[in-house]
Protein backbone atom coordinates (compact mmCIF):
# COMPACT_ATOMS: atom_id res chain seq x y z
CA UNK A 1 0.00 0.00 0.00
CA UNK A 2 1.18 3.54 -0.75
CA UNK A 3 0.72 5.81 2.87
CA UNK A 4 0.72 9.43 2.87
CA UNK A 5 1.32 10.78 6.46
CA UNK A 6 0.94 14.46 6.70
CA UNK A 7 -0.69 17.37 7.78
CA UNK A 8 -4.01 19.24 7.08
CA UNK A 9 -1.68 20.99 4.04
CA UNK A 10 -3.63 18.41 1.89
CA UNK A 11 -7.17 19.62 2.45
CA UNK A 12 -7.04 21.85 -0.60
CA UNK A 13 -5.61 21.06 -4.31
CA UNK A 14 -4.66 17.22 -3.52
CA UNK A 15 -6.53 14.81 -6.42
CA UNK A 16 -5.48 11.36 -6.17
CA UNK A 17 -8.41 9.56 -7.97
CA UNK A 18 -6.76 5.88 -5.97
CA UNK A 19 -7.22 7.02 -2.92
CA UNK A 20 -9.83 5.27 -1.21
CA UNK A 21 -9.19 5.37 2.42
CA UNK A 22 -8.11 8.59 5.28
CA UNK A 23 -7.74 8.13 8.71
CA UNK A 24 -7.91 11.94 10.31
CA UNK A 25 -6.61 11.58 14.24
CA UNK A 26 -7.53 14.42 17.00
CA UNK A 27 -10.89 15.01 14.57
CA UNK A 28 -12.10 16.82 17.02
CA UNK A 29 -9.55 19.32 16.97
CA UNK A 30 -10.76 20.72 13.35
CA UNK A 31 -13.45 23.21 11.78
CA UNK A 32 -16.32 21.95 10.39
CA UNK A 33 -14.91 23.35 6.95
CA UNK A 34 -11.69 21.70 7.37
CA UNK A 35 -13.24 18.30 7.88
CA UNK A 36 -15.51 18.82 4.60
CA UNK A 37 -12.73 19.45 2.65
CA UNK A 38 -10.31 16.58 4.12
CA UNK A 39 -13.22 14.47 3.71
CA UNK A 40 -13.25 15.43 -0.15
CA UNK A 41 -10.04 13.91 -0.76
CA UNK A 42 -10.69 10.32 -0.86
CA UNK A 43 -14.04 9.39 -3.44
CA UNK A 44 -12.43 10.95 -6.36
CA UNK A 45 -12.94 8.04 -8.68
CA UNK A 46 -15.73 5.26 -8.79
CA UNK A 47 -13.83 3.23 -6.10
CA UNK A 48 -16.07 3.13 -2.93
CA UNK A 49 -13.80 5.13 -0.13
CA UNK A 50 -13.86 5.53 3.26
CA UNK A 51 -13.16 8.36 5.98
CA UNK A 52 -12.05 7.74 9.34
CA UNK A 53 -12.57 10.64 12.00
CA UNK A 54 -10.97 9.97 15.45
CA UNK A 55 -10.23 11.29 18.64
CA UNK A 56 -8.27 9.82 21.79
CA UNK A 57 -10.29 7.12 23.69
CA UNK A 58 -12.63 8.08 26.78
CA UNK A 59 -12.34 11.48 25.98
CA UNK A 60 -15.21 13.84 26.73
CA UNK A 61 -15.99 16.02 23.62
CA UNK A 62 -16.70 19.81 24.01
CA UNK A 63 -20.16 20.70 22.65
CA UNK A 64 -19.21 22.24 19.61
CA UNK A 65 -16.68 19.65 18.67
CA UNK A 66 -19.69 17.20 18.92
CA UNK A 67 -22.02 19.05 16.85
CA UNK A 68 -18.83 18.93 13.75
CA UNK A 69 -18.46 16.01 14.18
CA UNK A 70 -21.81 14.39 14.07
CA UNK A 71 -22.55 17.05 11.17
CA UNK A 72 -19.73 15.63 9.15
CA UNK A 73 -21.39 12.09 9.65
CA UNK A 74 -24.96 12.81 8.84
CA UNK A 75 -24.28 14.97 5.20
CA UNK A 76 -22.61 12.18 3.34
CA UNK A 77 -24.51 12.81 -0.10
CA UNK A 78 -23.76 14.01 -2.99
CA UNK A 79 -23.63 18.03 -2.98
CA UNK A 80 -24.17 18.40 0.39
CA UNK A 81 -21.60 20.94 1.12
CA UNK A 82 -24.05 23.81 1.00
CA UNK A 83 -25.91 22.09 4.25
CA UNK A 84 -22.58 21.25 6.07
CA UNK A 85 -21.58 25.58 5.41
CA UNK A 86 -25.22 25.99 7.26
CA UNK A 87 -24.59 24.14 10.27
CA UNK A 88 -21.22 25.59 10.26
CA UNK A 89 -23.12 28.71 10.58
CA UNK A 90 -25.72 27.27 13.13
CA UNK A 91 -22.68 26.18 15.02
CA UNK A 92 -20.38 29.53 15.41
CA UNK A 93 -23.32 31.96 15.05
CA UNK A 94 -23.29 34.39 12.15
CA UNK A 95 -22.43 37.42 13.75
CA UNK A 96 -24.65 40.96 14.46
CA UNK A 97 -25.42 42.90 11.16
CA UNK A 98 -25.13 45.66 12.89
CA UNK A 99 -21.90 45.62 15.52
CA UNK A 100 -18.68 43.94 15.89
CA UNK A 101 -19.29 40.78 17.69
CA UNK A 102 -19.04 37.51 16.10
CA UNK A 103 -21.76 35.67 17.33
CA UNK A 104 -25.69 36.28 17.90
CA UNK A 105 -28.42 35.20 18.79
CA UNK A 106 -28.85 32.04 15.88
CA UNK A 107 -28.04 29.29 18.41
CA UNK A 108 -30.74 29.54 20.21
CA UNK A 109 -33.46 29.49 17.44
CA UNK A 110 -31.65 27.74 14.38
CA UNK A 111 -30.59 29.36 11.41
CA UNK A 112 -34.34 29.27 9.29
CA UNK A 113 -36.07 30.63 12.14
CA UNK A 114 -33.18 34.21 12.68
CA UNK A 115 -33.68 34.35 8.95
CA UNK A 116 -36.69 35.03 9.12
CA UNK A 117 -37.08 37.20 12.24
CA UNK A 118 -33.92 39.33 10.65
CA UNK A 119 -36.48 39.75 7.89
CA UNK A 120 -39.18 40.62 9.58
CA UNK A 121 -37.10 43.48 11.45
CA UNK A 122 -35.64 44.52 8.04
CA UNK A 123 -39.31 45.13 6.79
CA UNK A 124 -40.42 47.09 9.37
CA UNK A 125 -37.40 49.36 9.79
CA UNK A 126 -37.84 49.92 6.17
CA UNK A 127 -41.36 50.96 6.85
CA UNK A 128 -42.85 47.70 4.63
CA UNK A 129 -46.09 46.43 5.67
CA UNK A 130 -45.12 43.45 8.32
CA UNK A 131 -47.84 40.90 9.22
CA UNK A 132 -48.37 40.67 13.15
CA UNK A 133 -48.02 37.39 14.57
CA UNK A 134 -51.22 34.74 14.68
CA UNK A 135 -51.05 32.36 17.49
CA UNK A 136 -52.94 29.78 15.59
CA UNK A 137 -54.70 26.79 16.66
CA UNK A 138 -54.20 23.37 14.23
CA UNK A 139 -56.74 20.58 16.03
CA UNK A 140 -56.55 17.95 13.75
CA UNK A 141 -57.17 14.25 13.94
CA UNK A 142 -53.80 13.85 12.16
CA UNK A 143 -50.38 11.95 13.53
CA UNK A 144 -47.96 14.81 13.29
CA UNK A 145 -44.50 14.54 15.78
CA UNK A 146 -40.91 13.64 15.32
CA UNK A 147 -41.07 9.86 16.82
CA UNK A 148 -38.03 9.07 18.88
CA UNK A 149 -37.61 5.62 17.44
CA UNK A 150 -36.48 8.33 14.10
CA UNK A 151 -34.42 10.64 15.41
CA UNK A 152 -32.99 9.52 18.75
CA UNK A 153 -30.79 12.35 19.61
CA UNK A 154 -32.97 14.91 21.79
CA UNK A 155 -30.89 18.16 20.46
CA UNK A 156 -31.68 17.08 16.99
CA UNK A 157 -35.26 16.46 17.61
CA UNK A 158 -35.47 19.77 18.75
CA UNK A 159 -33.28 21.14 15.45
CA UNK A 160 -36.21 19.91 13.00
CA UNK A 161 -39.24 20.64 15.30
CA UNK A 162 -37.55 24.48 15.18
CA UNK A 163 -36.93 24.53 11.32
CA UNK A 164 -40.21 22.77 10.65
CA UNK A 165 -42.27 25.35 12.95
CA UNK A 166 -40.13 27.94 10.52
CA UNK A 167 -42.06 26.85 7.46
CA UNK A 168 -43.52 30.01 5.28
CA UNK A 169 -43.45 28.93 1.76
CA UNK A 170 -43.21 25.48 -0.84
CA UNK A 171 -39.37 26.43 -1.16
CA UNK A 172 -38.95 25.82 2.57
CA UNK A 173 -41.34 22.28 2.70
CA UNK A 174 -38.38 21.22 -0.24
CA UNK A 175 -35.92 22.89 1.72
CA UNK A 176 -36.45 20.75 5.02
CA UNK A 177 -37.73 18.01 2.94
CA UNK A 178 -34.39 17.25 1.67
CA UNK A 179 -32.29 18.18 4.65
CA UNK A 180 -34.20 15.37 6.80
CA UNK A 181 -33.92 12.69 4.16
CA UNK A 182 -30.39 13.30 3.62
CA UNK A 183 -29.36 13.29 7.40
CA UNK A 184 -31.80 10.56 9.08
CA UNK A 185 -33.29 8.87 5.71
CA UNK A 186 -37.07 8.13 4.61
CA UNK A 187 -39.61 10.48 6.18
CA UNK A 188 -41.96 8.58 8.10
CA UNK A 189 -46.01 9.27 7.46
CA UNK A 190 -45.67 11.17 11.31
CA UNK A 191 -42.88 13.54 10.04
CA UNK A 192 -44.58 14.03 6.70
CA UNK A 193 -47.83 15.20 8.39
CA UNK A 194 -45.98 17.60 11.19
CA UNK A 195 -44.77 19.49 7.50
CA UNK A 196 -48.18 19.16 6.27
CA UNK A 197 -49.94 20.89 9.23
CA UNK A 198 -46.78 23.59 9.65
CA UNK A 199 -47.38 24.62 6.06
CA UNK A 200 -51.66 25.01 6.81
CA UNK A 201 -50.64 26.84 9.78
CA UNK A 202 -48.54 29.34 7.43
CA UNK A 203 -51.70 29.69 5.10
CA UNK A 204 -54.23 30.32 8.39
CA UNK A 205 -51.45 32.92 8.84
CA UNK A 206 -52.17 34.73 5.76
CA UNK A 207 -56.02 34.46 5.35
CA UNK A 208 -55.93 35.50 9.32
CA UNK A 209 -57.32 32.37 10.22
CA UNK A 210 -56.77 31.74 14.15
CA UNK A 211 -58.05 28.68 14.39
CA UNK A 212 -58.90 25.20 12.81
CA UNK A 213 -61.12 22.39 14.42
CA UNK A 214 -62.13 18.78 13.25
CA UNK A 215 -64.70 17.20 14.45
CA UNK A 216 -65.20 13.89 12.86
CA UNK A 217 -66.07 14.93 9.17
CA UNK A 218 -66.74 18.46 9.97
CA UNK A 219 -64.08 21.51 9.92
CA UNK A 220 -64.37 24.65 12.23
CA UNK A 221 -62.86 27.53 10.60
CA UNK A 222 -62.87 30.69 12.93
CA UNK A 223 -61.29 34.08 11.57
CA UNK A 224 -59.15 36.85 13.60
CA UNK A 225 -62.11 39.33 12.33
CA UNK A 226 -64.40 40.41 9.52
CA UNK A 227 -61.40 40.98 7.28
CA UNK A 228 -60.04 37.35 6.88
CA UNK A 229 -63.50 36.38 5.19
CA UNK A 230 -63.67 39.42 2.28
CA UNK A 231 -66.59 39.54 0.25
CA UNK A 232 -64.47 38.06 -2.44
CA UNK A 233 -63.51 34.77 -0.66
CA UNK A 234 -67.41 34.07 0.58
CA UNK A 235 -68.59 34.36 -2.91
CA UNK A 236 -65.31 32.04 -3.76
CA UNK A 237 -66.51 29.72 -1.13
CA UNK A 238 -70.38 29.51 -2.05
CA UNK A 239 -69.53 29.23 -5.55
CA UNK A 240 -67.16 26.11 -5.23
CA UNK A 241 -68.36 24.70 -1.81
CA UNK A 242 -72.10 25.81 -1.20
CA UNK A 243 -73.75 22.10 -0.38
CA UNK A 244 -70.44 22.02 2.28
CA UNK A 245 -69.76 24.83 3.74
CA UNK A 246 -71.93 27.01 6.20
CA UNK A 247 -71.48 30.75 7.67
CA UNK A 248 -71.67 32.37 10.63
CA UNK A 249 -70.98 35.56 11.61
CA UNK A 250 -72.66 36.69 14.35
CA UNK A 251 -69.19 37.63 16.17
CA UNK A 252 -66.34 36.73 14.80
CA UNK A 253 -66.35 35.19 11.14
CA UNK A 254 -66.63 30.95 10.90
CA UNK A 255 -67.16 28.99 8.77
CA UNK A 256 -68.28 25.12 8.90
CA UNK A 257 -67.03 22.59 6.21
CA UNK A 258 -67.91 19.40 5.57
CA UNK A 259 -64.66 17.19 4.78
CA UNK A 260 -64.85 14.79 2.03
CA UNK A 261 -62.55 12.58 3.78
CA UNK A 262 -61.16 12.19 7.78
CA UNK A 263 -58.30 9.67 5.90
CA UNK A 264 -55.08 11.77 7.35
CA UNK A 265 -53.29 12.23 4.02
CA UNK A 266 -56.72 13.08 2.15
CA UNK A 267 -57.74 15.01 4.97
CA UNK A 268 -54.61 17.44 4.85
CA UNK A 269 -54.58 17.80 1.47
CA UNK A 270 -58.11 18.84 1.22
CA UNK A 271 -57.20 21.90 3.38
CA UNK A 272 -54.15 22.74 1.85
CA UNK A 273 -56.30 22.96 -1.80
CA UNK A 274 -58.83 25.23 -0.11
CA UNK A 275 -56.02 27.49 1.90
CA UNK A 276 -54.23 28.06 -1.11
CA UNK A 277 -57.63 28.83 -3.45
CA UNK A 278 -58.33 31.39 -0.67
CA UNK A 279 -55.14 32.68 -0.41
CA UNK A 280 -54.98 33.36 -4.88
CA UNK A 281 -58.49 35.31 -4.66
CA UNK A 282 -56.82 37.36 -1.94
CA UNK A 283 -54.16 38.09 -4.12
CA UNK A 284 -55.68 38.88 -7.06
CA UNK A 285 -58.02 41.12 -5.53
CA UNK A 286 -55.43 43.47 -3.95
CA UNK A 287 -53.93 43.04 -7.69
CA UNK A 288 -57.05 44.86 -9.23
CA UNK A 289 -57.03 47.31 -6.51
CA UNK A 290 -53.76 48.21 -7.50
CA UNK A 291 -54.99 48.75 -11.12
CA UNK A 292 -57.97 50.49 -10.13
CA UNK A 293 -55.78 53.13 -7.82
CA UNK A 294 -53.50 53.60 -10.86
Known amino acids: YDVLVCTT ?4 GMDIPNANTLIIDYADNFGLSQLYQLRGRVGRSNKTSFAYLTY ?4 VLTEIADKRLKAIREFTEFGSG ?11 GCGNILGAEQHGHMLAIGYDLYVKFLERAVKKLSGMEVEDDIEISVDLNV ?26 NKDDILDIT ?3 IDRFGTIPKEVNNLIKVAYIK ?3 RKLNIKAITQVNKLLKIE ?23 KFDVSKEPIIKYQLNSIEQDNLL ?20 SKSDDV
Do not use: H, W
Not at 82 to 92: G, H, P, S, Y
Not at 143 to 168: H, L, M, R, V
Open 82 to 92: FKIAMRDLEIR
Open 9 to 12: IIET
Open 178 to 180: EEI
Open 223 to 245: FISNSGLNLEATNYLIEKYSNRI
Open 143 to 168: DGYIPSSYITNEEQKIEIYKKIAAIA
Open 56 to 59: EKNK
Open 202 to 204: TLC
Open 269 to 288: EEIKIIFENLCEVRVSKKVE
